[in-house]
């Protein structure tokens, strides 16, 4: 029901969105995204590109006078580095001058993208591979919140983990966190005592020339019963759910509710109790993260997802010249030493562009009006 598209390189001229399937009539505006944007920019352990860049999206179609007119929206991000690589970048061959990177670097897309694309210029795959490209799917996340916001929906995110420093509590209530203390950490870590092991972390690791990993939750809130379905497997919402959030930079692993640990307790241990209370199902315990049978069952969607460390490290490892098949050090330019706090953003917009098309799925509607309409007949139908 919603589409969208990105395209562009991380040193390239601009990053391009395309969406098609955002409803008339919903309020936009660049500052709105900017906000999002500036999010995924921060965050203790980033690198130097960040000091460059003041991502903005553009609006250059579907929205007229700050509102959409259910026509594709259409943005564009300036990369203000392009500035630094014009000649490297160079679209067109006239003033194209390449220095070719052919030192692979283990963990990112190098080896692999090379020898699929048949490229001798890394280069020709990491500009593309590179987690710049997460800025078009925050200006794309925006919008969907912007949708979302409309129908009550709230999704918001903050690290449990860096490296080995972890908040340790697997079923904390995520509803009983502020949103203003995950905001005001350098980690957006809730907890200020850990929030600071964590910098300490990122920072000793810099220091070292490594790179920290490390795990964040998403949790959306407001969700009627019933987006997704248990009919099929393509339309089972924590499939589609863990598609879009494993297509994220450096994701290895994703959970919902109680996940992995759930798998050691017994049955009567693990699932969640249903009651009725003022005309409303509820459950006594989201250890499901609010899907049941590809299904949102009413308690809040509560996803956890395991980043790597970035790949790209000061100190390198051991790999191989992809021209000369010689033992060699790996590519190094610059890179951050932790990436969590912005990845949580990048999750937050990646489960509300989800979130978007189900409601869109279940709901239709050419105009939010329309959707808001639909949406309210459905709640009025099944609440007793
Ligand atoms: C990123 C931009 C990149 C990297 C980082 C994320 O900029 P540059 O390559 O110019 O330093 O900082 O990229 C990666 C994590 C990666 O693996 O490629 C960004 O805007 O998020």
């Known amino acids: 029901m919603l589409r969208w598209f990105t395209a562009g390189e991380s040193h390239g001229p601009q990053l391009t969105v395309i969406m098609e399937g955002v409803p008339a009539g919903l309020e936009l505006s660049s500052a709105l995204i900017r906000r999002d944007l500036a999010r995924r920019q921060g965050g203790h352990g980033r690198g130097g590109r960040q000091q460059i860049e003041t991502d903005q999206a553009r609006l250059v179609g579907g929205v007229r006078g700050g509102v959409t007119l259910g026509s594709p929206v259409a943005l564009v991000l300036e990369n203000r580095d392009h500035a630094n690589w014009t000649a490297e970048m160079s679209p067109e061959k006239d003033g194209f001058q390449p220095r070719p990177v052919s030192r692979l670097r283990p963990g990112h897309a190098d080896l692999a993208g090379a020898i699929k694309y048949g490229h001798d210029d890394v280069r020709n795959i990491l500009e593309r591979s590179s987690a710049r490209e997460t800025a078009s799917r925050v200006a794309a996340g925006a919008v969907a919140r912007a949708l979302l916001d409309r129908l009550g929906v709230r999704v918001f995110s903050f690290t449990q983990s860096i490296g080995a420093v972890d908040l340790g509590y697997e079923l904390l209530d995520p509803l009983k966190l502020s949103e203003e203390l995950i905001e005001a950490s350098p980690v957006r870590c809730p907890d200020p005592a850990l929030s600071d092991s964590m910098v300490a972390a990122i920072d000793a690791a810099g220091d070292r020339g490594d ?163 639909n949406l309210r007949s459905y709640l009025a139908a099944i609440d007793a």
């Open 211 to 373: 790179t920290l990993g490390g795990t964040f939750r998403v949790v959306a809130t407001g969700l009627p019963i019933g987006l997704g379905s248990h009919v099929h497997w393509d339309r089972k919402l924590d499939a589609r759910l863990a598609m879009a959030i494993m297509s994220i930079n450096a994701v290895k692993g994703v959970e919902f509710g109680g996940g992995f640990e759930g798998a050691s307790r017994p049955g009567s241990a693990f699932h969640d109790e249903i009651d009725f209370q003022d005309g409303h199902y509820r459950h006594l315990s989201n250890r499901a993260g609010g899907l049941t049978g590809g299904t949102t069952n009413g308690e809040p969607i509560d996803l956890r997802v395991a980043l790597k460390p970035i790949s790209t490290m000061k100190k390198p490892m051991q790999s191989v010249d992809l021209r000369t098949h010689e033992k060699v050090q790996a590519h190094y330019e610059r890179s951050d030493v932790c990436v969590v706090p912005a990845a949580g953003v990048i999750g937050e917009s990646m489960v509300a562009l989800t979130l978007a098309d189900a409601f869109l799925e279940k709901f239709g509607g050419d105009s939010v009006a329309e959707l808001q309409r």
